[in-house]
T-cell receptor, first 115, second 112 residues
């Protein structure tokens, strides 16, 4: 079974530029999450999708961050414009209802550096 | 908001030693989770706990859900080099659809 795919793996941009990340969850997984992991911290949830609907985006900085999952499969997370404090690893995870326990499968992440 | 305090922040141990780390919360959690993250990878779930007092093992790893529902610990017995990584505790306060909150992690280093 293929895991959660993310691209790009690394991205370096200057502040005020825009950037987009892509995630393809495990096939059949209806729930998709985007997390932000700042160096030395644990992951922090940005947004949770159930199919193509948003379940929780309470911690998403909506003035600059946006995310979509139009067809309920893959998803994109965009930052526009980026700030220095957005430097972090952006993790995507997927989960299927009914699977054993709380197994969220994480992708390898996209490491963003904002200069 | 809810916070998790995980300790220690880092550990340096000799190969073969046992390891213990813990996590406390400011509020009651219904689910405790322990993850391991290696460089360049996302976290991988090690153990999930759903009931107060529950003790669960996964190979050399053992985790417990504290009776007060505000704490959990993870033990690793007879550490080996591949145990190196960052261990995160995480919790969920209410139902399974509620978001998971992560601790800041314990970085485990193993000396040869």
């Amino acid at each position: 079974e293929a895991g959660v795919a993310q691209s790009p793996r690394y991205k370096i941009i200057e502040k005020r530029q825009s950037v987009a990340f892509w995630c393809n969850p495990i096939s059949g997984h209806a729930t998709l999450y985007w997390y932000q992991q700042i160096l030395g911290q644990g992951p922090k949830l940005l947004i949770q999708f159930q199919n193509n609907g948003v379940v929780d985006d309470s911690q998403l900085p909506k003035d600059r961050f946006s995310a979509e999952r139009l067809k309920g499969v893959d998803s994109t997370l965009k930052i526009q414009p980026a700030k220095l404090e957005d430097s972090a690893v952006y993790l995507c995870a997927s989960y299927i209802a009914g699977s054993s326990g709380d197994t969220q499968y994480f992708g390898p992440g996209t490491r963003l550096t904002v200069l | 908001g809810q916070q998790l305090n995980q300790s220690p922040q880092s550990m340096f141990i000799q190969e073969g030693e046992d390891v213990s780390m813990n996590c406390t919360s400011s509020s009651i959690f219904n689910t405790w989770l322990w993850y391991k993250q290696e460089p360049g990878e996302g976290p991988v779930l090690l153990i999930a706990l759903y009931k107060a007092g529950e003790l669960t093992s996964n190979g050399r790893l053992t985790a417990q859900f504290g009776i007060t529902r505000k704490d959990s610990f993870l033990n690793i017995s007879a550490s080996i080099p591949s145990d190196v990584g960052i261990y995160f505790c995480a919790g969920r306060a209410t139902n399974r659809d509620d978001k998971i909150i992560f601790g800041k992690g314990t970085r485990l280093h193993i000396l040869p």
